[in-house]
């Protein structure tokens, strides 16, 4: 059993709680950090849009992280956090595997799922030749037909961003209809639209083909699309007292209206892209250890302003 009172338990091993873990190692901070390793981006592979890093994998980015992470008092458990909770003025955290965890600070950067659209095939695909983020992933596929399916959401403002990489752009609205504006901004972006509706898609040996209701079928280089995302606050539940995240308040620290309770990551209230993440993770590490020192010796750093609403 592990009894010590770790200073900040971080969930969460993506660039959020690497990078916050860094910034706590750095201040002499003894931190245990807990990852399920099942981070958003796995699917991909390979990480863009990070210097140093572009084009590095997802495993080596994270293998790196830990190495560098050694030199400082870093503990780190591949497990799944299944609840997190304060009692007493102290964090207490369980995992499946490992028991459980006391800490005075929790550094909560456990990321958000994507949520593909229930449609045959695209979940095989994601990530191979179904995108999200034109920044992401685009260059790689410059130059090919895109298809963008603008079936669950208007899509048309991603369409019209991927004209950058990408002359030969189809909409595929699957039977949505779509209204004035949507259709005006298409227009104008030079993007047509396919209205039929979809059945399924299926790996193609130019990227993806969509298998129309009707039988017929089309291949595209590349499908892009937007997803709704589902915050991974389940272990949080019961501390929150409130039906979400969202509606606990942060500061740009990633500090939240509850204490002993930050937030970094997908999670938090930057863009979502791994450097924004690394970057909160960092700003999250810096408010932790300046809130430690504020407890250890009361009067010596101004209170921060209360955090207010979120997003
Ligand atoms: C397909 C795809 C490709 C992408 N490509 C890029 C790209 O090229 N460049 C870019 O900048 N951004 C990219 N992104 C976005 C990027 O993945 C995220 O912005 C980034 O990973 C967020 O970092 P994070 O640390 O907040 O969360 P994550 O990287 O998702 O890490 C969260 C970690 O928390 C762990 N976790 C969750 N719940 C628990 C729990 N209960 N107990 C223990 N651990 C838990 C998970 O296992 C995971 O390892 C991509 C996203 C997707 C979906």
Redesign the pocket.
Not at 11 to 18: S, T, Y
Not at 79 to 82: L, N, Y
Not at 272 to 277: F, G, N, V
């Given at each position: 059993m592990d009894t010590q009172l770790y200073d900040t338990v971080i969930?969460?091993?993506?660039?959020?709680?690497?990078n916050g873990a860094l910034y706590l190692g750095r201040s002499r901070r003894r931190v245990l950090l807990?990852?399920?390793?099942?981070?958003?981006?796995m699917?991909?592979g390979?990480?863009?849009?990070?210097l140093t890093n572009d084009g590095a994998t997802i495993a080596d980015f994270r293998a790196r992280s830990r190495a560098e992470l050694a030199a400082y008092d870093v503990t780190f458990r591949d497990?799944?956090?299944?609840s997190a909770g304060c009692d007493g003025g102290r964090v207490v955290v369980t995992?499946k595997e490992s028991g459980t965890f006391h800490a005075r600070t929790l550094l909560y950067?456990?990321?958000?799922r994507?949520v593909l659209p229930a449609v045959p095939g695209l979940a095989d695909l994601?990530?191979r030749a179904v995108?999200?983020?034109p920044?992401?992933?685009a260059w790689e596929m410059r130059a090919r037909s895109f298809a963008v399916y603008g079936g669950n959401v208007p899509s048309e403002c991603l369409a019209a961003t991927l004209t950058v990489w990408s002359e030969d752009i189809t909409y595929l609205s699957d039977r949505r209809v779509l209204p004035r504006d949507e259709r005006d901004r298409l227009v104008a972006a030079g993007v047509p639209v396919v209205a039929d509706g979809i059945s399924a898609f299926k790996p193609h040996s130019e990227g993806v083909e969509v298998i129309f209701e009707d039988g017929r079928s089309a291949a595209f280089g590349a499908l892009f699309l937007h997803l709704d995302i589902e915050p991974?606050v389940?272990?949080l539940r019961p501390w929150l007292q409130a039906p979400d995240l969202e509606s606990v308040q942060t500061d740009e620290r990633g500090r939240t209206s509850l204490p002993r309770l930050y937030v970094?990551?997908?999670?938090g209230r930057n863009m979502?892209?791994?450097?924004?993440?690394a970057a909160s993770?960092g700003l999250a590490g810096m408010a932790i250890n300046a809130d430690l020192i504020r407890e250890d010796r009361p009067g010596s750093l101004p209170e921060p302003p209360p955090p207010r609403p979120a997003r």
């Open positions: 969930v969460g091993g993506g660039p959020a709680g690497l807990i990852d399920s390793g099942d981070a958003r981006n699917a991909a390979v990480m863009h849009n990070v497990d799944e956090v299944t995992t950067a456990a990321g958000v994507s994601w990530g995108f999200e983020c920044y992401c992933h991974r389940d272990p970094a990551g997908d999670l979502q892209q791994a450097a924004m993440a993770g």
